[in-house]
């Protein structure tokens, strides 16, 4: 692998994880449509470090209010405050996607990774997404939650196990399928990517350290995933309180119809 294809794989997941339009697909996709060689496991738990830490520090004045919340809601046990019931909520939502994900772990690194899968479920997401974002009102603030929404979402991000479906996306649509607005629905989806990112760089980690394949690439993934993470964060943010998700659904569309006419021609 080249530093150029490092710093292209690097942005595509910053700016994917958080965008809903799947970041799996493309890190997939991209060697697939440009005849690289897959760079293996090392480089995309690199890549997840990255963002990991965009997250982490664009919302960190977050994190520090829901780190304080968490140690009161061990020293009540209970949550009162709205800090604190989103602490609950985020542990809640967190959940499902734990369980399937080391359920269903071996199958969504193989089977689940065909050209033609991810590109069948880019293009479905994308009109559930357009036609919920669409047609649903949004009615509810993020204060506004409850247990049962949290589970909802939570349920909805196992789909994601599927590259193509999008972390981001599923969760999103789910969010506004509940009537939550936009810009909420984006924030809570951003605050449940930190446990799941986490747990995988966590649990893929030490294989990445005994493997010993950390050089000048992996360095570069890392830096342009972060940056771009932070990016794509801070644009969606501001554009989904003004505009639609219509642009990623089209966007998502797309995608999917370029990558089916390359498998056909491809036989």
């Avoid at 965008?19 to 005849?35: I, K, R, T």
């Avoid at 033609?116 to 506004?144: H, N, P, T």
């Avoid at 969606?236 to 659904?249: E, M, P, Q």
Wanted: no cysteine.
């Amino acid at each position: 692998m080249t530093i150029f294809q490092a710093l292209v794989l690097g942005t595509l997941q910053g700016l994917t994880e958080f965008l809903p339009v799947s970041s799996s697909a493309h890190l997939a996709l991209a060697p697939y449509l440009f005849g690289w060689q897959d760079p293996g496991l090392a480089f995309d738990v690199a890549l997840h470090f990255g963002t990991l830490v965009a997250i982490l520090w664009y919302f960190r004045k977050e994190w520090g209010q829901l780190i304080a919340a968490a140690i009161q809601v061990i020293r009540k046990r209970k949550a009162e405050t709205v800090q604190e019931k989103r602490v609950i909520f985020l542990i809640i939502a967190t959940i499902p996607g734990a369980i399937f994900g080391l359920l269903l772990e071996k199958k969504a690194e193989t089977a689940f990774r065909a050209p033609a899968l991810i590109a069948i479920a880019l293009i479905l997401m994308g009109i559930v997404l357009w036609a919920v974002d669409r047609f649903v009102a949004e009615r509810q603030k993020l204060d506004s939650m409850r247990w049962l929404d949290a589970l909802v979402v939570g349920a909805a991000q196992v789909f994601a196990l599927v590259p193509g479906v999008s972390r981001s996306g599923s969760t999103i649509t789910a969010l506004r399928g509940l009537r939550f607005d936009r810009e909420s629905a984006a924030i809570f989806s951003f605050l449940m990517s930190m446990p799941i990112i986490a747990a995988a760089v966590v649990l893929k980690g030490p294989e990445v350290l005994r493997s010993g394949d950390l050089g000048m690439e992996v360095i570069v993934g890392v830096l342009a995933s972060a940056i771009s993470g932070w990016i794509a964060i801070s644009i969606l943010l501001r554009y989904v309180s003004r505009n639609s998700y219509g642009i990623f659904a089209l966007y998502r569309v797309l995608l999917g119809l370029a990558v089916l006419a390359v498998v056909y021609s491809r036989g």
